[in-house]
């Protein structure tokens, strides 16, 4: 490979990195505000499939009915249907206390099975599945040789670098609600004891969480696919919670880990087309496996929010 | 009269009471989207809850669906109730299904008597090879096991496609799956005619250990007691990280064995889609079942109706078949509603 | 209500009743508290202070009576409705978040709008601190602060949202007496400066000096209402305690000690967070005597009351039980060895949803199975003998969360001297039980003491200690400050070597 060609196989491949890790970046994110407010949110994987069902079925509606926003009207009902899943996750862990694991995991399931079943009743069974013309990638750059390539990103890819990551730092570390959210993941008794309302605090984080994790859905359904496909999140969610781990509940450390995933990925879709016999699948594997190291290395060190899977009652 | 809500651990129909008022439940709740797609509610109920037991053949695919998720539901069970939050079951079910195809394919040669009992082993195995990661971590390091074992199973999938994209890849049909297994590691069938296989009875078998083991023995004592209140375990003299290591271990078997009848049962070869979420239903089937035996054996019998009669209801009305799974995930987050239940003792009294 | 809200006390509580499920906790109580008066809630543990505080508080809701605020009828649902009419508390556990700064800690639920302005943040605490005499370092974690200090940002914080009423729930419990000294000085001079304080205690010393009205509750009602400059020590007890209590006393024979059978030589142990708790701990206890250490709460006792339970490791030196070496031993080899153990906090030491029989068992669950199959018979028999014989009130199958404090207690301690043990390791035995209870708990141990055990007695109550120790050791920050006679000991300098004065 010449100099030439070097730089271009760099640019797409960084430009594909920053398109992999997108979705991961809302999802990441989503889960780091809840794991802060103290609940582990395992309903991630099935309401970024959520996400991504709804905003498709939505924006398909609105592009028949003639609407120029369709795709931003699809959005909204992803956000909408992520806040009522993460408002209802808030019901199960905060309202009624029960077990995190099992109620994430039952969310996830009627996310999943919910759906798989509006998809096959919206739009029947078909032989060709039902697309939508997506999103368009922002060209503007496009004449700057090599970094035009990168430039070349959707608008969600944008905000979620541009506005997402930074204002989450911003919002955890710098304002009144942030310094609630940590201190009713740290001691929800302190919460209480201040005067401020720990449900309505989680209730909030939760249903903030839920509606992120919606977009990083729909994005694969609204961006870059514009269709929806049974495997359109394929674990995507659960990558997620590894990352959350991984970066350590910091916002800016989940998009470093986002992208050095999205990397991973972009790098063996390339080599892959580029006809390197590899097996993928272990590419695929690479991020859990590597938080599972990364777990194992770092062990106990790791501060988990004080009241982690803890749900609050007073007495 | 007047309902008196204390709080006290309610008493045994009381406890008997909240699965039969959450089905109860979920169905009604689920009738919205019954009639979402134009279908009558009671038609579908009774499509799902009474027709399967009008034929001979449905009435036994109840019990060969039930068949791995008595697994997955005991294996799932057994860990919770030792405290051990096993969410890995589904990994270790391919793991053993990728084991069980490993030994089934060597048999060729060998005896259904010693083929069989291989098969088995080689999926037990696999499942508790596959379980000792997160469960080393979780005793040596403190680390979580909710995350590792969930993460685990995603990696798991990948193996098996990987070996289904590469090694195994049927030579014939180029299919992404792997050759047959020899017909001498092939589970016997129970009844002619009917895809009910050995495994049934292999899991009829372990929930009756089961329910032996939490009862009658004193590593049952032992696991409970971790389960519930692991530093007063510790403080009894009960060596916690070795019961939870073993917890782990005998979980992981469990659901690898799941995947081993898969194989050996149903589809005599490797397939992607080996499982459909039976490690995942495990964990709705330990939840509807109370963590004990009996109610495990009535909740996977109960889910195997659910799946028999989601594809009737499908047929017959034309609802989607992802009805069954709705109405699953719905029966798993009412039920977890309801347990709660079970720490009140709810009376009527009359007024005076 | 028509009293004048310029003139009503600051507080008074009517009538209040509060039930818990079938536990009546506050029959009827009567409260007030004056304006600029620091006011004293005395009572034995159970007596129902915490929970009437808690319900003025607004985190209980009181099923009968009515509260008044400054003469206006007051509905307080809520800590924040508490707070917002000037009421304030501290409660024994901080409600503080450890991984915050104090500014953080302090501000937490009074700045509105989204951005915060930590500089002025900072500087509005640091003014307070000022303003009420409390030195605080506002950019410091929490997590880094000593108790006495973090108490102080709890006052802080009440103060900083303009209490006018502070609720202080055993204030004293985790201080030394130089930190309840300053804590006494800062409270004089809040309420010369218009505060009303509630101060909950059960240690008749400190009500005498520090408050001006005493209400004393026995048994959720009050027992009493005085002023502190018109009672005394003696007529405050006999309100606490209702009779005169025929406590257990030691047998008039003297103790005959004979073997040193618990042997604790130069121990080192950590704590939680890996710094040091134990420093180079020896101590020893003979057969037939009881050894009482004395402390105040989160000196060292927790963390030796483990080790010798078997569930913390030490780091280093050497702990014999009649010469057998059980360093580091594991729970099992410990009993083996002849040792019993009675822990901290028993219900957080028993199995909760197991049954009273399993749980009697379960410490020797292996010797009630047979290959590994339980021993069911064996198990219900015994359990059965334990039960009547110690007149526990229960059902064998009951689960075992279900009994009462005392009940628990006599499981655990039945549990426990059933396997005839040579050493006793006893931590806070009677914490948090009525009168009865506590004396049949002390009599067991004073018989045990009659048999020959070697008994070590870790408890913060120091009456308990002089009433049962034959000997008596102090240990400060993981110290032993000095061991003494029983006989010989004198009240003050045990005090001070509580608070780690070691100087004569």
């Keep these: 490979m010449d100099i030439a060609q070097t730089g271009l196989f760099l640019a797409g491949l960084i430009a594909a990195t920053l398109r992999v890790a997108t979705p991961l970046i809302y999802g990441t994110i989503g889960e780091v505000y809840t794991e802060r407010a103290g609940v582990l949110n395992l309903g991630i994987e099935g309401i970024m499939f959520l996400g991504a069902f709804v905003g498709f079925a939505v924006a398909f509606h609105a592009e028949e009915a003639g609407f120029a926003a369709y795709l931003w009207i699809g959005l909204l009902g992803a956000i909408i249907a992520g806040l009522v899943m993460g408002l209802l996750m808030a019901f199960f862990s905060v309202t009624l206390g029960a077990n995190q694991h099992v109620s994430g995991l039952g969310i996830t399931l009627l996310c999943t099975s919910l759906s798989l079943f509006g998809f096959r009743m919206v739009f029947g069974e078909r032989a060709v599945l039902p697309s939508i013309d997506p999103f368009t990638q922002i060209s503007i750059f496009k004449n700057i040789p090599y970094l035009g390539q990168v430039l070349n990103q959707y608008l969600l890819t944008y905000l979620a670098f541009l506005v997402v990551v930074p204002l989450s730092w911003w919002l955890l570390f710098r304002t009144t609600f942030g310094l609630q959210i940590l201190a009713v993941g740290e001691n929800p008794e302190a919460v209480d004891a201040a005067g401020l309302n720990v449900s309505r605090i989680r209730y909030s984080v939760l249903g903030l969480g839920g509606a992120l994790m919606a977009v990083g859905g729909a994005f694969l359904s609204l961006g870059q696919l514009g269709a929806f496909s049974p495997g359109i999140i394929a674990g995507r969610g659960w990558v997620c919670i590894a990352l959350v781990i991984f970066a350590r509940w910091h916002p800016l450390r989940a998009a470093l880990g986002a992208l050095l995933f999205g990397g991973v990925f972009a790098l063996q879709l390339r080599l892959q087309t580029m006809g390197f016999d590899l097996p993928f699948e272990l590419f695929l594997a690479l991020p859990y496996l590597v938080t599972i190291l990364a777990l194992a290395l770092a062990g106990r060190q790791i501060a988990y929010p004080g009241a982690y899977l803890k749900p609050y009652k007073r007495e | 009269m007047r309902i008196q809500i204390d709080r006290l651990p309610a008493p045994l129909w009381q406890r008997l009471l909240i699965p039969v008022v959450s089905i109860f439940l979920t169905f009604v709740i689920t009738a919205g989207f019954v009639t979402a797609v134009d279908a009558n509610p009671f038609e579908a109920t009774y499509y799902f ?140 069938r129970l009844i002619p005619r009917a895809r009910l296989h050995l495994g049934f009875l292999i899991a009829i078998g372990v929930i009756i250990l089961f329910w032996f083991v939490m009862k009658r023995t004193a590593f049952g004592v032992k696991m409970r007691a971790v389960g519930i209140n692991r530093e007063a375990a510790r403080f009894s003299g009960i060596h916690v990280d070795r019961v939870m290591f073993t917890v782990a271990l005998v979980s992981g078997g469990i659901a690898g064995l799941a995947g081993a009848g898969e194989v050996a049962g149903i589809h005599f070869h490797l397939i992607d889609a080996i499982s459909p979420g039976y490690g995942y239903t495990g964990i709705l089937i330990a939840t509807l079942g109370s963590l004990n035996a009996i109610g495990i054996g009535l909740a996977a019998v109960f889910i195997g109706l659910i799946d028999t009669g989601a594809q009737t209801v499908s047929r017959v ?36 | 209500m028509t009293a004048n809200p310029s003139t009503g006390p600051a507080v008074e509580m009517r009538g209040i009743t509060k039930r818990f499920g079938s536990v009546l906790a506050n029959s009827g109580i009567d409260f007030k508290l004056d304006r600029q008066e620091i006011h004293a809630l005395l009572g034995e543990n159970g007596a129902g202070k915490t929970t009437l505080m808690r319900i003025l508080f607004g985190l209980y809701q009181a099923d009968e009576g009515e509260i008044f605020v400054r003469g206006e009828s007051a509905t307080i649902r809520s800590p924040k409705e508490a707070i917002a009419r000037g009421i304030g508390m501290v409660s024994q556990h901080f409600a503080l978040v450890p991984t915050l700064t104090v500014t953080e800690n302090i501000i937490l639920g009074t700045t509105s709008g989204l951005p915060l302005r930590m500089e002025q943040a900072h500087e509005r605490v640091a003014n307070a601190a000022k303003q009420f005499n409390m030195a605080v370092d506002p950019a410091a974690r929490v997590q880094d602060l000593s108790v006495g200090q973090r108490q102080r940002v709890e006052i802080l914080k009440a103060l900083y949202r303009q209490a006018k009423v502070l609720i202080l729930d055993e204030p004293t419990a985790v201080l030394i007496p ?118 105040v709460s989160g000196n060292g006792q927790t963390e030796l009351a483990e080790v010798l339970s078997g569930i913390r490791q030490v780091s280093s030196g050497r702990v014999t039980v009649n010469d057998r070496d059980v360093t580091n031993a594991d729970p099992q080899a410990l009993m083996a060895a002849g040792v019993g153990r009675i822990p901290e906090d028993s219900r957080a030491n028993v199995i909760g949803q197991m049954s009273v029989a399993q749980n009697i068992v ?15 018979k064996g198990i219900t028999q015994h359990a059965r003998e334990i039960i009547s014989e110690y007149q526990i009130k229960t059902g064998l199958e009951d689960h075992i ?31 948090g039980l009525d009168v009865a209870a506590t004396e049949y708990v002390r009599g067991k141990l004073l018989e045990q003491r009659e048999e020959g055990a070697a008994i070590l007695l870790i408890s913060e109550d120091l009456d308990e200690i002089l009433q049962l120790s034959d000997r008596i050791a102090v240990i400060y920050e993981g110290q032993i400050m000095d061991v003494v006679d029983a006989e010989k000991a004198e009240i003050d300098r045990l005090g001070l070597l509580m608070a780690g004065v070691v100087h004569e």
């Design chain 3, 401 to 431: 969360r279900t009994l009462s404090g005392g009940n628990l207690q006599k499981v655990v301690l039945a549990r426990v001297l059933s396997g005839s043990p040579r050493v006793l390791i006893i931590a806070q035995p009677t914490r």
């Design chain 2, 49 to 188: 809850l009474l027709d399967p037991f009008s034929s001979r053949v449905k009435g036994i695919e109840i019990l060969v669906k039930a068949t791995p998720l008595l697994l997955t539901g005991a294996s799932v069970a057994f860990a919770f109730a030792g405290g051990y939050w096993n969410i890995g079951a589904e990994g270790q079910l391919y793991m053993g299904a990728v084991a069980a195809t490993a030994v089934g394919l060597q048999m060729h040669d060998a005896s259904p008597w010693i083929a069989i009992p291989l098969i088995v082993l080689g999926g037990i195995a696999a499942g508790m090879g596959w379980a000792v990661i997160p469960a080393l971590m979780k005793v040596r390091l403190k680390i979580d096991e909710v995350v590792t074992t969930l993460l685990l199973n995603s990696v798991a999938i990948f193996i098996v496609s990987a070996l289904l994209n590469g090694p195994w890849r049927d030579p014939v049909s180029q299919w992404p799956q792997s050759p047959e297994i020899a017909a001498a590691a092939i589970f016997p």
């Design chain 2, 317 to 352: 009305l034309g609802v989607p078949v992802f009805l069954g799974d709705v109405i699953q995930a719905s029966l798993l987050l009412v039920t977890l509603g309801m347990l709660l239940l079970q720490n009140y003792r709810i009376m009527l009294k009359r007024k005076g």
């Design chain 3, 178 to 295: 130089q930190e309840v000294d300053l804590l006494f000085e800062s409270l004089r001079k809040l309420r010369d400066n218009g505060l009303s304080v509630i101060f909950i205690s059960h240690k008749l010393h400190e009500v005498m000096s520090i408050t001006d009205h005493v209400t004393v509750l026995r048994g959720g009602a009050v027992a009493g209402a005085v002023q502190t400059s018109s009672t005394n020590p003696k007529e405050l007890a006999r309100m606490m305690v209702g009779h005169a209590a025929a406590r257990a006393r030691k047998s008039e024979a003297t103790a005959s000690p004979g073997q040193a059978a618990l042997v604790i030589d130069r121990v080192n142990a950590e704590d939680n967070k890996g710094l040091p708790a134990l420093k180079d701990i020896s101590l020893t206890v003979k057969a037939g005597e009881i050894l009482g250490l004395a402390g």
């Design chain 3, 362 to 376: 379960i410490e020797h669950i292996d010797d009630y199975s047979r290959n590994g199959l339980l021993d069911r």
